[in-house]
């Protein structure tokens, strides 16, 4: 079980993550908080092996010894890239920093001819983040199944989470922005991924053909590009080859650019490394809430439970003044809803069931508050009572090799 937590444990404390894959054998917890944490997992297993088989549960428990490197190269823009396969796993590493990952099938010798399985959505964030963007989108009428939508994501990664998109909703128009080519060509040739590359993001009619497409472009000329209220749902998970978010794409004119793009009611939703009280980390999850309200509009936060270094916002274009806002319930039975409608294998109305509305209050030196979203009742009293901060006992010593 240490193994399989230690991986997310090494982000928080600035360790490379393939380097706790071989020391994790050896990790130490501060607390004896795991048991029940190992439990809950084994059960969630047990419910659904199909899904569990190509989930990041999955992949962590691959003895590292086992470890192929089946790509390796350098990029002008991400300094060296790597593709790494455990059994049917596929990680997309920058520098060591893994970026992404893929479930398989069909793959042969030499890993070229792999097909990627695009109703697998191995990383819990991104599962988080996809419910996030189905509970919004469908509590304000966007019917995503029947009618379609646009969808955007910031950064393709290995690809799972817009592949997964375009398969669960063909009537959507989904699309990638991606800055690096060298990534592109290795999730295509590597990760098995079928997608067609353009030169700019237009609405070319192309909504509900069933494919996958990817802007090859820096992403903030894109969005000062898009049309205005075009977008139903931004995503963003982009980070560079140390593991940091970019830093233009923090700032007040790139997130202008999405309030922009983005309907009246759609959403920016975005996964950021979490902390423990007080650290730098948690900081910067408060500074950029802060920024988000005040540029985009009202944020809501999403605990990644089975990986609390993760940390998932959303904020929602409003008209000024407008004060209408969805409850937890609200939230986790519109995604329930599209869940069912769409055929998920794993339940997205469990991983929206924690939300909170953050308000960040500047005279108290940016204080990030979480409040519950919805009148008193048992999810606002069981769910997540301290909020999104990770908790202390999920930082781990790893012993020296």
């Keep these: ?37 190992e439990q809950r997992l084994a059960a969630a297993a047990a419910r659904d092996d199909e899904d569990a088989r190509r ?31 455990f ?16 479930y398989v099938v069909d793959e042969d010798g030499d890993a070229r001819g792999a097909r990627a399985d695009d109703g697998a959505l191995p990383y819990e964030y991104l599962r988080v983040m996809t419910a996030v963007s189905i509970g919004l989108s469908s509590w304000r009428g966007v019917d995503l199944v029947r009618e379609g939508g646009r969808l955007l994501y910031i950064g393709l990664g290995a690809g799972a989470a817009p592949a997964f998109a375009q398969r669960k909703f063909p009537m959507c128009d989904v699309r990638v922005v991606e800055i690096d080519p060298m ?10 991924l079928d997608m067609d590359v353009v030169r700019a993001f237009s609405d070319d009619g192309s909504r509900g053909d069933g494919r996958l497409r990817v802007v ?59 902390g423990v009280r007080g650290s730098p980390a ?27 270094v993760n940390v998932v916002l959303s904020a929602t274009k409003r008209e000024q003044g407008e004060r209408d806002r969805p409850s937890r319930e609200d939230i986790a039975r519109a995604a329930a809803l599209v869940g069912e409608q769409s055929g998920f294998e794993w339940s997205p109305k469990r991983l929206v069931e924690g939300a909170f ?27 997540g009572r301290n909020g999104t901060i990770m908790p202390r006992e999920f930082l781990v010593t790893l012993d020296d090799e």
Excluded at 6 to 32: D, E, H, L, T
Excluded at 55 to 71: G, I, K, M, Q
Excluded at 239 to 262: K, Q, S, T, W
Excluded at 359 to 376: C, F, L, N, Q, W
Aim: aromatic share 8%.
């Design 1 to 37: 079980m240490l193994r399989a937590l230690a991986p997310f444990a090494a982000r928080a404390v600035g360790q490379k993550c393939s380097v706790a894959r071989r020391r994790a054998r050896g990790g130490v917890a501060r607390a004896n908080v795991f048991d029940a944490l």
């Design 55 to 85: 989930s990041e549960r999955a992949y962590l428990d691959w003895p590292p010894e086992d470890e192929r490197t089946v790509f390796r190269a350098t990029s002008a823009v991400n300094g060296d890239v790597r593709v790494v396969a």
């Design 87 to 102: 059994g049917p796993f596929r990680s997309l590493r920058f520098n060591d920093v893994e970026q992404g990952l893929s």
């Design 183 to 192: 990534v592109v060509d290795v999730v295509r040739e590597h990760h098995g």
């Design 216 to 274: 090859l472009a820096d992403c903030a000329t894109t969005m000062r590009t898009c049309a205005p209220k075009s977008l139903d749902v931004i995503f963003m998970d982009a980070f560079d080859g140390d593991g940091e978010i970019p830093a233009h794409l923090v700032e007040d004119d790139f997130l202008r650019a999405c309030a922009e793009a983005l309907t009246d009611g759609g959403s920016l939703v975005l996964n950021m490394f979490n």
């Design 282 to 308: 948690r900081d910067a999850v408060a500074t950029f809430a802060r920024t988000l309200a005040r540029v985009i509009g009202p944020v809501c936060s999403f605990p990644v439970m089975e990986s609390p």
């Design 357 to 383: 509305w953050v308000e960040v209050d500047d005279k108290k030196g940016g204080d990030m508050k979480e409040v519950v979203a919805g009148a008193p009742g048992i999810l606002g009293k069981f769910r």
